[in-house]
C-alpha cells in the first residue's frame, strides 16, 4: 500500500516540520498558562500542606493569617493544648517582606516557627539548631548556605535549603526561630524606639516623680512583642476536627478553622480573582490555539488542492487521499503536541512564579489537540473531495 | 532502493526522537525517581551546646540618692568617675538643718547651766538641812534639861523636816535638769545624724555609670541621683530557652560574642543559674561570668553566648536534615531497593553544628536519606546522588 502521507511530507519534510514546531510553540504557550493557572493553586495550598495542621486557630472573627491579619498572645497555646483531643499546638508567625543581601534584593515572607517542630525537607545544610539568628531558606530567595542576611537589626545566617517552600503569593519563605520572627514583626528602628521613649519620659502620668521604675515598666511593655498570627493544631487520632475547633471558638473566643476550610480560604478567597483572570484566559488562549491550529491543516490542505486533483485524475481512490490528510494533521498535532511538552518541561523553571505541570493537564491537552486536528482535516478532506479532477488541468 | 534508504533514515531518526522525549519526560517529569542524598550513621564524641542572648550588666550596681526630699547642693562626681569605698561624692541643701543644730548647742549649754544651778540649789539645801538637823538636836538635849520649852523644841524639829524635804526636791530639780541636758545632747545628735545623712556616700568601689541629677535639682526621697556599678563583677545575663536548660550547670564553659567586637570570641564560664524562669517567654536567666572583663564595655551591650554541654562518648549521630516527620512520626527516611522507607527514631542529644545522636531505630549498615528535593513518601522510586 502507497503512504501518500509519508511521501507528501516526505517530500517537504522541512516545511511540514517548522510548521509543527511553529503550532508546538503556541500549544507550549496554552500548556504554561495552565501551569501557571496550577501553580497559583498548588501556591496555595502548598502552605497549608507542609504546614500539617488539622486545625488552624487565628484571632477571633478573623479570617487570618493570610487572607487578613491576625494576631493571637503566644501563651494561648496552652489554653489549646488543654482542650480535648489536641495532641499538639504550634505558635507561628508570618511576615511578609523584601530582604536583600549583596545587590540581590527579594520578596519573601518570614515563618517564625519552633525548629524542633517543624521538620521539613531539605535539599542542603542543616535545620536551624541555634534559638536565634539562623534561618533555612526556599531555594527560590537565590540566597546560599553560609549568606549572611541583614533583616532589620540583626544578621541571620542561611544554615539550610529547602525547596518548593512558597506562600500562598508565591514568595519563597524564609523558616527562622519564632522569637526572633516575632523581633522582626515588631522592632522599629532605633529612631522611632528613641522618639517613643523622649515621649514616655516627657509624659508625667507614666514617668512620675518619685517612681522611676514606672517608666522602666512601661518601655518594657511597649517595646517587647509576645503576639504570634496563628497556632497550628494537630489532632489525636480520631478527633473530630470540626468538634474540635468549635470547642476552641466555645472556651477560648478565638477563631478556628479545620484545615479543609483554611484550604476554602486561601484558594476561593484570597487567590480567588487572580486564578479567575488566569483560568479566564487560559479558555481564550485554548480556544485561539485551537483555531489557529484548525486552520493551519485547512490551509495546508488548500495549498495541495491542485496535486490532490492530479491524483484524482489518475484514479486514487478517495480513502487514500482522505487518510493522508488526516495522517498529516495528526502528525501535525503530535509534532506540535511533543514541541510543546519539551518547550514548557524547559522554560517553566525559568518563570519566577511557581508552575505546575500536571500528567493530567499535559494529557488533556494531548487530547485536545488530537480532536482539534482531526476536525481540522474532516474540513480539508471535505474541501479535498469536492474539488473535480478536471481542475488538475484547467487553468 | 534509494526511497528504502530514505525511508529507513526518517523512520529512525523519528524512532530516536520519541525515544530521546520520552526518556526526557520520564527523567524530568512526574514519573521520574526522586534524587536524594544519603548518608550513614556515625559514631563520634558529640558536644552539645546551648545558645542565648543577653546583656551585659553589673552583678552590683547601686543606685545613689537621697532619704529626704530636697535640693541637691553639690555633686562632685560625673559619669565615668572611679570612686572609693565611703568616698564623699556630694551632699543635700540641709536648709536650716545647720541652724537647728546651733540652736541645740546652745540649747545643751543653757541645760548645763540650769543643772549648775539645780546643784547649787541642793548644795544650799542640804547645808540649810545640816543646819536645821544640829538645831533639832541641840534642842532635843535642851529640852531634856528642861532649859526651852516645849514648843520651840518642836518647832526647831519640823524646821529639819521641812529642810530635808528641800534637798529632796532639790536632787529631783537636779535630776530634771541632768534629764533636759542628756535630751538637748541626743537632740544635737539626731540634727547632726541628719546632716550626715545628707552627704551622698559611696558604698562600694567602683565606677560611675549615670548622673540623673544636677546641683540646685529638687529630689524626691527616693530618687536616684547617682548610679555606681562595681566593674569587677561585670557579667552577662542570658537568656536560654527552658526545653534544654536542665543540663546547665555552674561552671560550664561558655563562649562569648560581644555585639561591640562581633568577629571576637572571648571566654566565660557559667556563674549562676536564676532560681526564678519567665513562664511568658519560657527562657530562663543564666550569668556568665568573664574569665577576663573586657575594656571599656558597656553596660547594657547585646551579646551572643554558646554554652557548652558536657561531651556525649562515642554518641550515634546522623546529620541533623535526615530527621523528618512523615505521618506524624519522627524519624528517617532510609534507601532500601532504591525505595523510600521511612523508621521511626528515637533522639538524644542535638548539637548546634547540626548532629543528632540516634538511640534507636537505625543500624550503621543503613542507608538514610539526608537531603531531598521533595518530600518522600513510602516506596517511591529513589535515585541516589
Given at each position: 500500500m502507497i503512504s501518500l502521507a509519508y511521501r507528501d511530507v516526505s517530500n517537504s519534510f522541512g516545511r511540514y516540520l517548522l510548521t509543527g514546531i511553529g503550532l508546538g510553540l503556541l500549544i507550549g504557550v496554552t500548556l504554561t498558562m495552565a501551569g501557571v493557572f496550577r501553580g497559583m493553586v498548588d501556591d496555595g495550598k502548598a502552605l497549608l500542606r507542609y504546614a500539617d495542621a488539622d486545625i488552624w486557630v487565628v484571632q477571633?472573627?478573623?479570617?487570618?493569617?493570610f487572607a487578613e491579619p491576625s494576631s493571637l498572645p503566644d501563651d494561648i497555646y496552652r489554653g489549646i493544648l488543654?482542650?480535648?483531643?489536641?495532641?499538639r499546638a504550634t505558635n507561628v508567625a508570618y511576615l511578609t517582606l523584601e530582604v536583600s543581601y549583596g545587590n540581590h534584593s527579594v520578596r519573601v515572607m518570614l515563618e517564625g516557627i519552633d525548629a524542633q517542630q517543624n521538620l521539613m525537607h531539605l535539599t542542603a545544610g542543616r535545620p536551624v539548631?541555634?534559638?536565634?539568628y539562623e534561618l533555612v531558606a526556599d531555594e527560590r530567595s537565590g540566597f546560599k548556605l553560609g549568606d549572611r542576611i541583614p533583616i532589620h537589626r540583626h544578621d541571620y545566617e542561611v544554615v539550610g535549603l529547602t525547596r518548593g517552600?512558597?506562600?500562598?503569593?508565591g514568595d519563597p519563605i524564609l523558616f527562622l526561630p519564632l522569637k526572633d520572627a516575632q523581633e522582626i514583626q515588631f522592632l522599629k528602628d532605633n529612631d522611632a524606639v528613641f522618639r517613643d521613649r523622649a515621649q514616655l519620659e516627657a509624659n508625667p502620668k507614666l514617668n512620675p516623680t518619685g517612681n522611676p521604675a514606672l517608666l522602666n515598666a512601661v518601655e518594657q511593655s511597649l517595646f517587647s512583642n509576645h503576639r504570634v498570627n496563628t497556632v497550628l493544631v494537630q489532632l489525636m487520632p480520631g478527633a473530630n476536627p470540626r468538634r474540635v475547633a468549635d470547642d476552641i471558638e466555645k472556651w477560648l473566643r478565638l477563631t478556628a478553622y479545620p484545615k479543609d476550610e483554611m484550604e476554602e480560604i486561601l484558594?476561593?478567597?484570597?487567590?480567588a480573582t487572580a486564578s479567575k483572570q488566569i483560568g479566564l484566559f487560559l479558555v481564550i488562549l485554548t480556544i485561539v490555539s485551537a483555531a489557529i491550529v484548525a486552520l493551519t491543516i485547512y490551509s495546508m490542505t488548500q495549498t495541495k488542492l491542485k496535486e490532490i486533483a492530479v491524483l484524482k485524475l489518475i484514479g486514487t481512490r478517495n480513502g487514500l487521499i482522505s487518510r493522508m490528510i488526516l495522517l498529516e494533521a495528526i502528525g501535525l498535532g503530535l509534532i506540535g503536541f511533543l514541541t510543546g511538552k519539551l518547550a514548557v518541561t524547559y522554560w517553566?523553571?525559568?518563570?519566577?512564579k511557581h508552575i505546575v505541570l500536571l500528567m493530567d493537564d499535559t494529557l488533556r491537552a494531548l487530547l485536545i489537540t488530537m480532536i482539534i486536528c482531526i476536525l481540522a482535516s474532516f474540513a480539508g478532506i471535505r474541501a479535498a473531495l469536492r474539488i473535480p479532477p478536471g481542475s488538475a488541468i484547467g487553468g | 532502493m534509494k526511497t528504502i534508504n530514505h525511508r529507513l533514515l526518517y523512520l529512525i531518526i523519528i524512532v530516536v526522537i520519541l525515544i530521546g522525549i520520552i526518556t526526557l519526560i520520564a527523567m524530568k517529569g512526574p514519573l521520574a525517581p526522586t534524587t536524594v542524598q544519603i548518608t550513614q550513621l556515625k559514631q563520634s564524641d558529640l558536644k552539645p551546646a546551648l545558645f542565648g542572648v543577653g546583656t551585659v550588666e553589673a552583678q552590683r550596681s547601686y543606685t545613689i540618692g537621697p532619704?529626704?526630699?530636697?535640693?541637691?547642693?553639690?555633686?562632685l562626681v560625673d559619669h565615668g568617675d572611679k570612686v572609693i569605698a565611703g568616698q564623699f561624692l556630694g551632699q543635700m541643701d540641709p536648709v536650716d538643718l545647720k541652724d537647728r543644730l546651733q540652736s541645740a548647742q546652745l540649747n545643751i549649754e543653757k541645760n548645763e547651766h540650769l543643772v549648775e544651778a539645780s546643784q547649787a540649789r541642793l548644795d544650799e539645801a542640804k547645808s540649810r538641812y545640816i543646819q536645821a538637823k544640829h538645831e533639832d538636836k541641840r534642842y532635843r538635849d535642851l529640852i531634856k534639861k528642861k532649859q526651852v520649852s516645849r514648843e520651840l523644841a518642836e518647832a526647831k524639829a519640823t524646821d529639819a523636816i521641812a529642810a530635808f524635804e528641800q534637798v529632796r526636791a532639790a536632787e529631783a530639780n537636779l535630776e530634771g535638769a541632768r534629764h533636759d541636758l542628756q535630751r538637748t545632747k541626743y537632740d544635737l545628735k539626731a540634727i547632726q545624724a541628719q546632716l550626715d545623712d545628707l552627704q551622698l556616700i559611696s558604698p562600694a568601689t567602683g565606677i560611675v555609670t549615670a548622673r540623673e541629677a544636677e546641683p540646685g535639682s529638687l529630689i524626691v526621697s527616693g530618687t536616684t541621683v547617682l548610679r555606681i556599678i562595681d566593674t569587677t563583677t561585670l557579667w552577662i545575663r542570658v537568656r536560654v530557652e527552658?526545653?534544654?536548660?536542665?543540663?546547665i550547670t555552674t561552671g560550664l564553659p561558655a563562649k562569648i560574642y560581644l555585639r561591640s567586637q562581633q568577629d571576637k570570641a572571648l571566654s566565660g564560664k557559667v556563674a549562676r543559674i536564676e532560681l526564678i524562669a519567665d513562664n511568658l517567654t519560657e527562657e530562663r536567666w543564666v550569668d556568665v561570668a568573664f574569665t577576663q572583663i573586657p575594656e571599656g564595655i558597656a553596660i547594657g551591650t547585646l551579646a551572643n553566648v554558646t554554652l557548652y554541654l558536657p561531651v556525649v562518648k562515642q554518641a550515634k549521630w546522623l546529620p541533623a536534615a535526615a530527621l523528618q516527620h512523615h505521618e506524624r512520626k519522627t524519624g528517617v527516611w532510609l534507601v532500601r531497593d532504591n525505595k523510600a522507607h521511612f523508621v521511626v527514631v528515637k533522639t538524644g542529644t542535638r548539637t548546634l553544628d547540626g548532629k543528632i545522636q540516634i538511640l534507636?531505630?537505625?543500624?550503621?549498615?543503613d542507608i538514610v536519606v539526608?537531603?531531598?528535593s521533595k518530600p518522600l513518601i513510602e516506596g517511591q522510586r529513589l535515585k541516589v546522588k
Open positions: 477571633q472573627n478573623t479570617l487570618g493569617p488543654a482542650i480535648n483531643g489536641i495532641r539548631m541555634q534559638s536565634h517552600m512558597r506562600s500562598p503569593s484558594i476561593g478567597q484570597l487567590i517553566a523553571p525559568l518563570f519566577p | 532619704v529626704r526630699t530636697g535640693k541637691l547642693q553639690q555633686l527552658q526545653r534544654d536548660s536542665a543540663a534507636s531505630g537505625v543500624t550503621a549498615d539526608s537531603y531531598t
